[in-house]
């Protein structure tokens, strides 16, 4: 097993079960390795449902192979490059307005303040 499956390698394989805790993946006919729930997607994976279903084809990468038990260890998600959030860039119109609205309230508070305290007195 540890000649036909090196640690590192990437696999197409095929999803043969769901369990609350991953996803059972088939390497061959005789092999199947297990892809725990972290190693599903970058970030919290709070169903595996969500992601995958039986009978997807999914690209693995062997991160353990245990020779006593026989089990490997896979992750999709180190097979996946992770998703960098693309920053908005915002015009210089954007940019001036948030502070502008700031500076606006900011002079409708104080007038409103000065309303309330003399009220108050």
Do not use: C
Not at 15 to 39: K, N, R
Not at 77 to 82: G, L, T
Not at 99 to 114: G, H, M, V
Request: hydrophobic residues 35%.
């Amino acid at each position: 097993m540890a000649n036909q499956y090196p640690i590192g390698a990437v696999l197409v394989g095929k999803v043969t079960g769901i369990q609350p805790y991953g996803a059972f993946v088939a390497l061959d006919e005789e092999t199947q390795g297990l892809v725990h729930i972290s190693e599903i997607a970058h970030g919290y994976v709070k169903d595996v449902r969500d992601y995958l279903k039986v009978g997807d084809e999914v690209n693995v990468k062997i991160l353990s192979v245990d020779h006593e038990s026989g089990k490997i260890s896979l992750s999709i998600k180190a097979v996946e490059e992770k998703s960098k959030p693309i920053a908005k860039q915002k015009t210089e119109s954007e940019a001036s307005r948030g502070f502008n609205t700031l500076r606006e309230k900011l002079q409708e508070w104080i007038e409103q303040s000065k309303h309330e305290n003399i009220i108050k007195k």
